[in-house]
Each structure stands twice: as structure tokens, then as C-alpha cells.
């Protein structure tokens, strides 16, 4: 076991790190970076199996970019439940996701202009648009395509569901297609099951920070 994990305290989790690493984090993907700098921590895993790499309670934060989008939506619910479960009590999850509503709208008033004119079609734009859709980026084998469409909404719903608590969102990027999600670990929900937890239930909008 790390250090970092160890020490037992501050603890912070990168998940898809890809080949560029963080140093101060345990980094995670599901394959070794070509480059690790001495004293980096690595684990090899993914998004979805996190409860076998960290023990309950051990993380004090664990940020996720441009991954869970990668994960079919029926699974999100899991994924959620182990990320619960590996932080500590108060600590925050953050996610960096395409935000699937933002394109949509920009790919709308791509091929319909504003209503009233036609817009003039952007070949580049329209380019971006499809790997933001289907990809994170051009050149991505199939097992790497986008599995879910994620949006404020979404992780309006099935956040209280999974115990988090005090969201915030951000939208980033020269577009404002990239959505920042930012949330804590509230208290334990009891419940026989994922399967049984039902994401329509109302919420109101007044609960989440903008």
C-alpha cells in the first residue's frame, strides 16, 4: 500500500490519468502512463472498480476528468455508490464531463441558425461538435467512445440519490462544453439495492448552488 494511504490522511485520488499523472495524487487508469516521475503513486484499475483499490473511508477527494462519460449510464449509479464509499465523511468528488445539453444547443443553432436565418455551416465546428459527442478526441479507439450523455440535470437528480451533498457546477472551455461537477459526502442512504433507487424524483432547484 501507498504512502499516501499509509499516512491514512489528505488523500487524493486522480482517475483516468492517462499519461500525464499527478504528482501529490494516486493516480488510476486502466493502463500504466508510458512516463512515471519517482515517488508517483499508480494503481491500475478504473472508475468502476474502485472499491477494490481504496479501502472504505480512506479518500479525502477524488477527481475524475473526462471519464465518466465513458461509463454506460446504467452504471453511473454504481460507480456513484462506490466513489460514496471510498471517501471519507465531507469529503469531495469532482468530475469534469461534456456537457450534453451545452452541445446539443450549439448543435442545434448550427443547423437551424437563430430561427429567423439559417446559420452559415461551420465544417471545423461541426467536426468538434461530432468528437464531443461520440469522443473525447479524434483518434480514440471504439472501447473509448462516449457511453453516457451527462448534464446538470442528471447530476442534479442522482447525486442526493447516491448521499452527496452541497453540489456546484461550471461550465468551462472555449464553447462551455466541458461541465465541472463538484460535490461531498453527505450521510449513509439505506436501501436493499441500486436497482430500487428511482432517479425522477422531484428536486428542487433552489437546493443546488450555480
Known amino acids: 500500500m501507498s504512502e499516501l494511504l499509509r499516512a491514512n490522511t489528505g488523500v487524493k485520488v486522480y482517475v483516468g490519468c492517462g499519461n500525464i499523472p499527478k504528482e501529490g495524487f494516486v493516480n488510476v487508469d486502466v493502463e500504466k502512463p508510458r512516463h512515471l516521475s519517482e515517488g508517483t503513486d499508480f494503481r491500475k484499475g ?20 473526462m471519464v465518466l462519460e465513458h461509463v454506460c449510464i446504467d452504471l453511473v449509479p454504481s460507480v456513484l455508490y462506490q ?24 448543435f442545434i443553432e448550427l443547423i437551424d441558425g437563430d430561427g429567423a436565418a439559417p446559420r452559415t455551416f461551420d465544417p471545423t465546428l461541426y467536426s468538434k461538435l461530432s468528437h464531443c ?14 457511453k453516457s450523455l451527462l448534464c446538470r440535470q442528471y447530476f442534479q437528480h442522482i ?3 447516491e448521499g452527496f451533498v452541497n453540489p456546484h457546477f461550471a461550465n468551462v472551455g472555449l464553447y462551455g462544453w466541458g461541465l465541472k461537477i463538484c460535490a461531498e459526502k453527505g450521510e449513509h442512504i439505506d436501501r436493499p439495492s441500486l436497482r430500487d433507487v428511482s432517479y425522477t424524483s422531484e428536486t428542487e432547484d433552489s437546493h443546488f448552488s450555480s
Open 83 to 106: 466513489i460514496w464509499t471510498v471517501l471519507r465523511p465531507g469529503g469531495r468528488v469532482e468530475f469534469l464531463v461534456p456537457d450534453a445539453e451545452k452541445i446539443a444547443r450549439t
Open 159 to 161: 447525486l442526493p440519490s
Open 133 to 146: 459527442l461520440l469522443n473525447s478526441f479524434p483518434g480514440m479507439t471504439l472501447p473509448d467512445t462516449h
Open 46 to 65: 478504473s472508475i468502476e472498480d474502485l472499491t477494490t483499490l481504496f479501502p472504505p473511508e480512506s479518500v479525502d477527494l477524488l477527481r475524475a476528468e
